[in-house]
């Protein structure tokens, strides 16, 4: 550095650091006179900025972005707003510094509050205790028309209680729907739960109404979240995998005659694996009892027959769980103190009586 300060008059700055290979603004800094270091960085933080704006410039900003007019805007409109009027206070960045100084950054406008819901715990230890519901969409051969395929089932049993085709999609048709299939299923008040997601028709006013008038307490998945509503994705999935199902139906006649098939099948002839290989109209009825036995005998007769074929002793038959459940409490849940929801009482559904199939 002492070399580039006692070069001869006649080299240049920039001819001298190339030769000794440094930095043309590291040096200019290095020779540069200093202050002591907390003394310098203070007294450039003080010194005044001459662009900057004067203190009644800044109340001036902060009065008008405080003004009937745009204390619920952000900056940015206050400012493109202000220059249509060919007015100019300061830069968008500075409104926000001067805001951010007076504690008022951020959203401006009223907002609504976080919305938080509770996960939607259900259990069945018996048919009839809960249904859950949803809608799908079944495509046609018409390009952008689809169907709406209503499908109610029993959550012990899995059993489709009732479903409904329509051209359409609303209230009206789910409560003509869940009031027939309560009137048909003989549902006493306050016994059933009927568990939905956030579809508009499941929170229709008028829809709930219907629920409360019945008697039956309404669930709700959250906004969202498909698995708070699994057993009627599960049976969804299961209907459209079968190897007959069309990719588009021709119409609704031709949707409802698939349906009703596919609908005997699965509640008749089904051996969900959900329910250890029992049908869904097996456990509704409460017939699996008297078919595990039958199948028992089966296994007896096996067994006696060639037990070394049975590494782990006398085969039993397995039995659907007792208890059905829908986001389950896990011990380390119940560790931390969570409990099960109470379900809001108050739903149902509609279908025409003419679309109706009975079960």
């Known amino acids: 550095m002492n070399l580039v300060a006692q070069r001869p008059a006649p080299v240049p700055m920039n001819a001298a650091c190339q030769a000794l290979g440094l930095n043309r603004s590291s040096v200019y800094a290095r020779l540069r006179p200093r202050v002591a270091g907390p003394v310098a960085s203070r007294a450039r933080r003080d010194a005044p900025q001459p662009r900057s704006l004067s203190i009644e410039e800044r109340q001036r900003v902060l009065e008008v972005l405080h003004s009937e007019a745009f204390r619920d805007q952000p900056p940015v409109q206050v400012y493109q707003e202000l220059l249509e009027h060919d007015r100019y206070l300061c830069s968008v960045s500075t409104m926000h510094r001067l805001l951010r100084q007076a504690g008022e950054s951020g959203e401006r406008r009223l907002q609504r509050p976080a919305q938080h819901h509770a996960v939607p715990r259900l259990e069945a230890r018996a048919p009839n205790e809960v249904w859950t519901w949803d809608i799908s969409k079944l495509a046609t051969v018409v390009r952008g028309v689809y169907l709406s395929l209503y499908v109610v089932l029993d959550l012990y049993s ?13 209230s009206a048709l789910a409560r003509q729907l869940m009031n027939e299939a309560v009137d048909r ?8 739960t009927l568990h939905q997601d ?37 049976q969804f999935k299961t209907q459209k995998s079968q190897p007959d199902y069309p990719a588009k139906f021709t119409g609704a006649g031709h949707a409802r005659a698939w349906c009703a098939d596919y609908f005997e099948w699965y509640n008749r002839s089904h051996h969900h694996s959900g329910l250890a ?37 006398r085969p039993r038959v397995p039995m659907p769980p007792e208890i059905v459940t829908i986001n389950p409490v896990t011990p380390e849940q119940l560790d931390a103190g969570v409990c099960s929801q109470v379900n809001f009482p108050t739903l149902t559904a509609v279908k025409l009586k003419s679309e109706l199939i009975p079960q």
Do not use: C
Not at 164 to 170: A, D, H, I, P, Y
């Open 158 to 170: 899995r059993f489709v209680v009732a479903w409904m085709v329509s051209r359409k999609e609303n």
């Open 185 to 192: 299923h003989a549902i006493e008040k306050g016994r059933l």
């Open 198 to 234: 956030r579809g508009s028709p499941m929170i229709a006013h008028s829809f709930l109404d219907l629920i409360g008038e019945l008697g039956v307490t309404a669930s709700h998945s959250r906004p969202r979240v498909s698995n708070d509503n699994p057993f009627s994705e599960s």
């Open 277 to 313: 290989g029992f049908t869904p109209e097996q456990v509704f009825t409460g017939r699996h009892l008297a078919v595990a036995a039958e199948k028992q005998v089966a296994l007896d007769a096996a067994y006696d027959a060639n037990p070394e074929r049975f590494v782990r002793g």
